[in-house]
């Protein structure tokens, strides 16, 4: 299979954007042909940004797995579709073809009937990076079940909010799961969980770290008996479930500015036809490449890059247990090395730990199938970009710095590998589609270059967020009402006179550490459940490796333990009621927050304090009580 539309030249990418706004529907009408439908769309777009209603392909039926497995067979049934590589090295890693994912999805798919799961039911899946998880989510879209995966690193609580939210009464999870030196007790967090939830039905659990579990009568069943029951059965088929074009597919949480996650909903057909768009072109894949996203499935990049762009291309996706650092900071090389890696795409915060170790951890390591790099979920710094393109490009490889968010489910600004101009630290050039614009605070769109603005895209491209489950409101408020008629991405962004867009960070309260999205006010949240704590308020500061470190300040008035107890216990708080991600890098203890006097905490003056600019806060004069500035200033850590 080649792919007819990649595109070819500068040329080529300015013809195809230049059309694909003027007439979105005939652009992507052509590029909708290249996929297999059970029935042809009505139309290809309708949409009003005030509901927001967006809906592309509308009228069609699919099943998006039939697109990422099924229609592969016949070329491609020995290729692998999967590769995986285990936390241990010296652990045997494993190569699924087309043919055997095809399989174990249609295994997995009557598992899932026969446990009571239909179309439409939510389906909570908590486990390990292990081709499991991709065969659990492919398997949910198979009976047509919206698969909701939550990330390893987020706590008992944390689940049971997801899974109250959105009323899932079915989890697949795992014994454990191996990160680096740690085995963490998966199906332990979510029988913590679960005890706020019992109208969870069935608990699917597969065995990978062979670590003790408590499995409970009625509720909790094997992976392995339930596929063997199938195997029995004699294996047949799992015909694709029915989907209308604006079905979901998924349910992913993410955080905004307000203390609640929210679930970001994509539909079947425009994400699928949006991820395997961007995902020929951005990183221009040739057919029998592998392909190496580091990412983990608990986060969009996972599902649009490890798992749908790729299988819907027919694609071969390198999927990783670990992290970078285990069992040293050669192991991304090793890999690379190993499976003859040719797209690596990864974050900065990892560019940057692994830069910290210098070049010893890179010799004699054969980078030389690399083809193109990629990096995603921060800013990325010049030093940075350059150690990349030096060391692990040498120079021959193109590096993509794509631009998008959990709810745009696939790339919107990014040059194309190769084929359009790269510039360090600037995501570049809209993918066609795209169209976007800076605007003032007052939403005056800007139209000169070399300006900084908010960030807003015009017009829905396929993959837009369709609503935020159960509370559709909320998708309009979040995101629509801002600005009239505009999608607002939340981040600023400047653009040069070449009109290449460099991404400079959120304009709302949510941070970025290490490319996870962590919301300021949900960390405050948690730290205001602790018994001692008054009140607190957490901004970002610019951190070396992570991008962004969380710094809290905290009004205390416990009487228990000194400082660094006080402290332990805080993290412990944000660690249960969140997840071990979101444990504040600095913690001060104050004993006032710097208000004004209608009682609004004044970040800008946390964050300056906490970036170390302590000489310019700026007017401080309208604050109720300036000394307790000179306080905090004095007890900054
Ligand atoms: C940030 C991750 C600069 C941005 C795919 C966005 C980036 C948020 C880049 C979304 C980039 C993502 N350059 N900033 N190339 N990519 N971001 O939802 O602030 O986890 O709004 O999606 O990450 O994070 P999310």
Excluded at 273 to 295: G, I, K, S, W
Aim: charged share 20%.
């Amino acid at each position: 299979m080649s792919y007819p539309y990649q595109i070819k030249s500068l040329e080529q990418y300015r013809e195809d954007w230049k059309e694909s706004i003027e007439n979105p529907e005939a652009f992507w009408g052509n590029i909708g042909q290249h996929f297999q439908w059970k029935k042809p769309w009505e139309s290809v777009l309708e949409w009003n940004f005030k509901e927001p209603s967006v809906k592309w392909f509308n009228g069609a039926q699919l099943n998006i797995t039939e697109n990422c497995i099924d229609r592969h067979l016949k070329d491609k049934a020995n290729q692998p579709a999967i590769i995986w590589e285990p936390n241990d090295p010296n652990d045997h890693h494993r190569m699924l073809t087309y043919a055997q994912l095809h399989l174990k999805v249609n295994q997995f798919a009557h598992v899932l009937k026969n446990n009571g799961v239909k179309k439409g039911d939510r389906v909570c899946l908590y486990m390990g990076m292990i081709p499991e998880l991709a065969i659990a989510v492919l398997a949910c879209a198979r009976v047509g079940a919206i698969h909701s995966v939550i990330f390893g690193g987020f706590s008992a609580q944390s689940i049971s909010d997801r899974l109250q939210d959105a009323k899932s009464e079915f989890i697949i999870t795992c014994d454990g799961a191996f990160r680096g030196a740690k085995d963490i007790a998966l199906k332990n967090v979510i029988d913590d969980a679960l005890i706020s939830c019992p109208f969870v039905k069935r608990v699917i659990v597969y065995t990978h770290t062979r670590s003790a579990v408590s499995m409970i009568k009625g509720r909790d069943v094997w992976w392995e008996d339930e596929v063997r029951k199938v195997e029995t059965a004699g294996n047949p088929d799992f015909p694709a479930e029915t989907m209308d074009a604006e079905d979901p597919l998924f349910i992913l949480y993410t955080s905004g500015s307000t203390g609640k996650p929210k679930g970001v909903v994509h539909s079947c057909a425009g994400y699928m036809v949006y991820t395997n768009y961007t995902f020929l072109n951005v990183f221009q894949y040739q057919p029998q490449e592998v392909h190496f996203c580091t990412a983990d499935i608990g986060w969009i990049t996972g599902h649009s890059y490890i798992i749908y762009g790729p299988l819907s291309a027919g694609g071969t996706s390198l999927m990783f247990e670990g992290i970078p650092t285990f069992p040293d900071a050669g192991r991304f090389w090793d890999i690379i090395d190993k499976f003859k890696v040719n797209i690596l795409y990864t974050a900065p915060t990892a560019i940057r730990s692994l830069m910290a170790f210098g070049l010893g951890p890179l010799q004699n390591k054969d980078l030389s199938s690399l083809r193109v790099l990629g990096t995603v979920g921060e800013p990325i710094n010049e030093e940075a970009w350059h150690w990349y393109d030096e060391h692990i490009g040498k120079k021959k490889c193109p590096i993509v710095d794509t631009w998008w968010q959990t709810e745009t489910g696939g790339v919107l600004i990014s040059n194309l590998a190769g084929i359009t101009p790269s510039k360090p630290s600037y995501a570049t050039l809209p993918m066609p589609g795209v169209n976007p614009v800076l605007v003032d605070e007052k939403g005056n769109e800007i139209l000169e270059n070399n300006v900084t603005g908010n960030l807003c895209i015009k017009s829905p491209w396929p993959a837009t967020i369709r609503t935020t489950y159960g509370d559709h409101e909320r998708c309009r408020t979040n995101y629509f009402a801002t600005y009239e008629n505009l999608y607002f991405t939340g981040d600023g962004a400047y653009r040069d006179e070449n009109g290449y867009y460099r991404i400079t960070g959120r304009v709302d309260d949510v941070l970025n550490v290490s490319g996870h999205r962590i919301g300021t006010a949900e960390v405050e949240n948690a730290i205001n459940m602790h018994a001692g704590v008054v009140e607190s308020a957490v901004v970002g500061y610019p951190h070396d490796v992570k991008g962004q470190g969380i710094y809290a300040y905290v009004i205390y008035n416990g009487t228990h333990g000194d400082e660094q107890m006080i402290r332990k216990d805080i993290s412990a708080t944000v660690s249960r009621i969140i997840g071990p991600i979101a444990k504040p890098d600095k913690i001060q203890l104050v004993s006032g927050l710097p208000k004004t006097r209608s009682g609004k905490i004044m970040r800008r003056i946390l964050r300056k304090i906490a970036e170390g600019d302590i000489e310019n806060l700026g007017d401080v004069s309208t604050l109720l009580d300036p000394t307790v500035v000179n306080e905090i200033k004095t007890g900054r850590i």
